[in-house]
C-alpha cells in the first residue's frame, strides 16, 4: 500500500507554521517524510509569493529540490487549472518544462483536461487522474487516455464522516470501474476517514499538510514528518484489527 506524501498543495503562505514554499523547504520536507514511511511525493511547485506556478523555473527548482533530497523517490506535481487558468496556456507550459517529474495529477473536471494530459504523455510524463466526483469520472471515462493513467487520484471533499466517506467512496469506485490503480484520499474533515478506508479496501493513499492540518485525534500536526508518521500507524491499526477480526 503506497502512501504518498502531499507536503503543500495549493496552500498559501501563513497556512501553517512548517508548509514549505521554497525550493529548500521542499529539500528538508521531502527527505523527512520518506524516512517516515512515504513512498512518493506529490509537490505543488511555488512562485517567489507563494502561489501554485507551472513555470518551467519553478517546476524545475522543486522537483530538483526533491529529487536530491531523496533520490530515486517519484515526485509529481500538480497541473491544477487554478495555478494557469487557460487550457491553452497549461499546455504550452507543460511543453516548456525543462526538468520533469515523473508524474503529474491532471483533474478531469477541468476544461481542457485531455490535452493537458496529452501533452505530458508526449513528454513521458505519468498521469494522474484526478476525479473528484461523478462529473469528473464521466468525463475521464470518456477520454482517449484513460487507459493510459499510472492510477486515478480519487478525493473526498471535506466535511464528511467515516459513513458518508465510505458511501461516497463507493459510489466513486463503481464508477470509475476496473482500470488504474486507485489512490484514496481526503480533505480536511474527511482526511482521515478517507485515508482509514483506504487501509481497509486496500488502497494507495496520501496524505500531508495539502490535506489535512489536524493529525487523527485533533490536535494540530506540527509538521507533514508528524501526518505520515501518524498515517503509517493508522494503517497498520487497521490491518492489525481486520487481520484480528478475520
Known amino acids: 500500500m503506497l502512501i504518498q506524501a502531499c507536503p503543500n498543495g495549493p496552500r498559501r503562505p501563513g497556512a501553517h507554521p512548517a508548509l514549505p514554499l521554497t525550493p529548500d523547504a521542499v529539500a528538508r520536507d521531502v527527505a523527512l517524510v520518506v524516512a517516515a514511511g512515504a513512498g512518493e511525493v506529490h509537490l505543488h ?3 517567489d509569493a507563494g502561489a501554485d506556478s507551472l513555470s518551467a523555473l519553478d517546476v ?5 529540490a526533491a529529487r536530491g533530497a531523496a533520490p530515486g523517490v517519484p515526485v509529481g506535481v500538480t497541473t491544477g487549472a487554478w495555478a494557469l487558468p487557460d487550457p491553452g ?10 526538468v520533469l517529474p515523473d508524474h ?7 476544461d481542457g483536461a485531455d490535452d493537458v494530459a496529452a501533452a505530458l504523455l508526449d513528454r513521458g510524463v505519468r498521469v494522474e487522474a484526478g476525479l473528484w466526483h461523478l462529473a469528473g469520472v464521466a468525463a475521464w471515462s470518456a477520454s482517449p487516455h484513460r487507459d493510459r493513467c499510472l492510477r486515478v487520484l480519487l478525493e473526498l471533499p471535506d466535511g464528511l464522516d467515516a459513513a458518508a466517506a465510505q458511501a461516497e467512496a463507493e459510489r466513486l469506485l463503481a464508477a470509475v470501474g ?8 481526503g480533505e480536511d474533515g474527511s482526511c482521515w476517514p478517507a485515508l482509514r478506508l483506504a487501509a481497509r479496501l486496500g488502497l494507495d493513499t496520501r ?3 495539502e490535506d489535512v492540518l489536524d493529525l487523527p485525534d485533533g490536535s494540530p500536526a506540527p509538521d ?3 501526518l505520515v508518521r501518524a498515517a503509517t500507524a493508522v494503517v497498520a491499526a487497521v490491518r492489525a484489527s ?3 477480526g478475520g
Do not use: M, Y
Open 60 to 64: 524545475a527548482a522543486a522537483v530538483t
Open 45 to 47: 511547485p511555488k512562485d
Open 89 to 98: 496556456e497549461r499546455v504550452e507550459a507543460v511543453r516548456g518544462w525543462t
Open 207 to 209: 496524505i500531508g499538510l
Open 178 to 185: 476496473a482500470g488504474p490503480p486507485v489512490l484514496l484520499h
Open 224 to 226: 507533514n514528518a508528524a
Open 104 to 110: 503529474a495529477s491532471v483533474n478531469w473536471h477541468e
Open 242 to 244: 481486520d487481520g484480528a
